[in-house]
């Protein structure tokens, strides 16, 4: 009937259901309401619960109001029944609210097929364990969790949700959120909080721009189409370990009121809608862009040259993607600042030159004594594109045999495309396809 890979608090409540679930809470502990008038009787009685309170399953076909004005708090987790999908079909809508209800174990709701379209729970703000309103919370239309402000994991994805309640969040490890109709994630997103985990897996269809203001996030994944902007109203310093975009993000932009961004590895993947990619960063270590045929251009500030940490550069399936001059295409202005420290170079099938590796191949060929030594490559690879002219092999070549790049796995590092290809294509076409499948592999496994 329903499966047991759910989270603990869940099994919790399963297990109270198979063992005391004819029992009444006249104690006020673990019970199930079934009714209108169950709620009035565990609110009359007990503003406190020390056990779980379980939503379900309901007789008749009008909708019914649960009303839990009265309890404080709820010391298990505020759950539902585990309904088969043709309980589910012949159960009424319900609708749950308390006003005076503050802080709660665990809340799950909609972790299985429920008919729940009103959540109120205003002065909820403290959840010890988890906030979970499910996938298939799939009637839920109105959610009111204003005072939410603590709980060590949120995720919410009721996906018919347009009105969402909420004010801020304080502290809280792990959020995530999947598609629904609501048209802001201010609430969610822009807190200068520090958290581990932030997933906005979207489509949110009324959403066009996601401000995300967390002072530090370990993992950030964005896929939507919208557009990102770093830096929230509050945010002075943020630091992401790893930022993922993918599903037509359209545009990434810093915020003006950030003193300082820092990121590890930003990484773009799966058609991401940008177009030109700026990285005004303070710090950047890791650029990884795959499938991302849309983007044009990619511009390095002037304090890329002091990115430190040894950069990582891997770029594949970027067809449009121009990278052979370090200048703009419509005035003078650099818009390609090699950073001082490369680690590792991956550029497969771009449109690319030999100029535009002029400060980097400089560098590499300065003595070791150098202000700027040479860098210390663990990998270089460049397969120019059929677009590109102007690539030499011969400077590669020759730092490859002074010791200066890496003599790493791949036979073929540099083809050479001096000459506009021709019948040589054939020839090579073989050997780039191999290439190009041997680094999605290091890219994938490095994701
Ligand atoms: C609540 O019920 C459980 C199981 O019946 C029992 O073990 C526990 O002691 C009860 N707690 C209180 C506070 O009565
Ligand atoms: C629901 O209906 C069943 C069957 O008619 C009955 O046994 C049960 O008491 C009803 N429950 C409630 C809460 O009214
Ligand atoms: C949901 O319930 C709350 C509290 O009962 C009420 O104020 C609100 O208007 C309801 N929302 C909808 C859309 O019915
Ligand atoms: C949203 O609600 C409509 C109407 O109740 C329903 O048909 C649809 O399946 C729901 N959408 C999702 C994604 O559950
Ligand atoms: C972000 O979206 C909101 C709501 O649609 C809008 O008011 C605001 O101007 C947008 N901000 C930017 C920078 O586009
Ligand atoms: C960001 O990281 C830098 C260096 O890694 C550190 O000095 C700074 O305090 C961090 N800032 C935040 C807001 O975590
Ligand atoms: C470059 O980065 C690597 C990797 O973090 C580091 O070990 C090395 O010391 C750095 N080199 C310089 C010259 O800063
Ligand atoms: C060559 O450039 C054109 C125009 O930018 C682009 O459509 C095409 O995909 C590119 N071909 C390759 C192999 O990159
Ligand atoms: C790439 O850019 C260079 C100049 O920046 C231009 O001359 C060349 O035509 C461009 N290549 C393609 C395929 O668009
Ligand atoms: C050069 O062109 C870019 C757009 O390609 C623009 O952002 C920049 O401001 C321009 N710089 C100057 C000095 O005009």
Redesign the pocket.
Known sequence: MFAFSCAPGVAELLVFLLCCSSVFAADCNSTWIKSPADADALRRNCPIVYGHVGIGPFNGTSTVHINLDGITMIGGTLGEYPYSRHEYDTQPFYTLSSSTLRSVDAVEIGHYDSKVVNLTLPNLDYVDDYFKVGQSAYDLTYLDITSLETTSTIKLYAPNLTTLHHTRLRNVLELIVYPMKIDSLDSLANNPIALEDATFDGPFPNVNNITIGFTSVEDLRINDNSLVILGGTSTKDMNITQLKLSGDVTDLKRSAQLNSLEIDTLALTASSSITDLELPFENL?SLKIQETRSLKSITLPPQALDW????HLYIATAPDLNLTSLYSEHNSTQTWYWP????YINLIDITTSTEFFDPFLAQQNAPLDSK??P??LTSFSVLPSTNSTGFNCTPFNELLESGRLPKSGNAINCLDRTKPANGAISVHLPISFIAVSAAFAIFNSML
């Not at 430190?308 to 950069?311: K, S, T």
């Open positions: 270590r430190a940490g040894g950069f001082r420290n490369v680690s700027y030594p860098s210390v």
